[in-house]
């Protein structure tokens, strides 16, 4: 079974300038989350998806964050415009239903890479 | 709200030594509580998991047991392998999405 995708693995972008990641979740997979992992924390969730809706984006900074999951499968997180406390690593996970199931396990990607100079 | 308080790292043991990270929790109502292992370079791995009191959850030789008196989760191996080099993260889940602490950076070395 394929794992969750996830691309680039690297950035490096300046600050102001905007960038997008893309996010493939595991198949069948209803459940889709971005975290945000600044160096020496934990992983901290951005926004999650049921299918296509938004169940929970509430510290999703919306200001300069977006992110869309148009068909219910794969996703894309952007930043407009980079600021230096961007600067870390951005996780996509899917579980298969997600709502409610607080037992469901969460896949991981390999994350991708961002420094914000 | 929900969180997590692990032991700050890093940790570093010899091969063969006995491997303790502490993790305790504070939630409303009666979370599940995980293990997740982050080798380098790769993303998160779930290493065990536990979804209600007196569970022990275990894999690869790790345990843990969810303690509801003590709330607690401490992950233990018997005999740690160099391979075993990587962060570990305490996560917990309950009405909330998946809180993790700060992880702790364990060092193995022969």
């Known amino acids: 079974e394929a794992g969750v995708a996830q691309s680039p693995r690297y950035k490096i972008i300046e600050k102001r300038q905007s960038v997008a990641f893309w996010c493939n979740p595991i198949s069948g997979h209803a459940t889709l989350y971005w975290y945000q992992q600044i160096l020496g924390q934990g992983p901290k969730l951005l926004i999650q998806f049921q299918n296509n809706g938004v169940v929970d984006d509430s510290q999703l900074p919306k200001d300069r964050f977006s992110a869309e999951r148009l068909k219910g499968v794969d996703s894309t997180l952007k930043i407009q415009p980079a600021k230096l406390e961007d600067s870390a690593v951005y996780l996509c996970a899917s579980s298969l239903r997600g709502l409610a199931l607080s037992q469901e396990t969460q896949y991981f990607g390999p994350g991708t890479r961002l420094l914000v100079l | ?110």
């Open chain 2, 1 to 110: 709200g929900d969180s997590v308080t692990q032991m700050e790292g890093p940790v570093t043991l010899s091969e063969e030594a006995f491997l303790t990270i502490n993790c305790t929790y504070t939630a409303t109502g009666y979370p599940s509580l995980f293990w997740y292992v982050q080798y380098p370079g790769e993303g998160l791995q779930l290493l065990l998991k536990a979804t209600k009191a007196d569970d022990k959850g275990s894999n690869k030789g790790f345990e843990a047991t969810y303690r509801k008196e003590t709330t607690s989760f401490h992950l233990e191996k018997g005999s740690v392998q160099v391979s075993d080099s990587a962060v570990y993260f305490c996560a917990l889940r309950g009405n909330t999405p998946l809180v993790f602490g700060k992880g702790t950076r364990l060092s193995v070395i022969a």
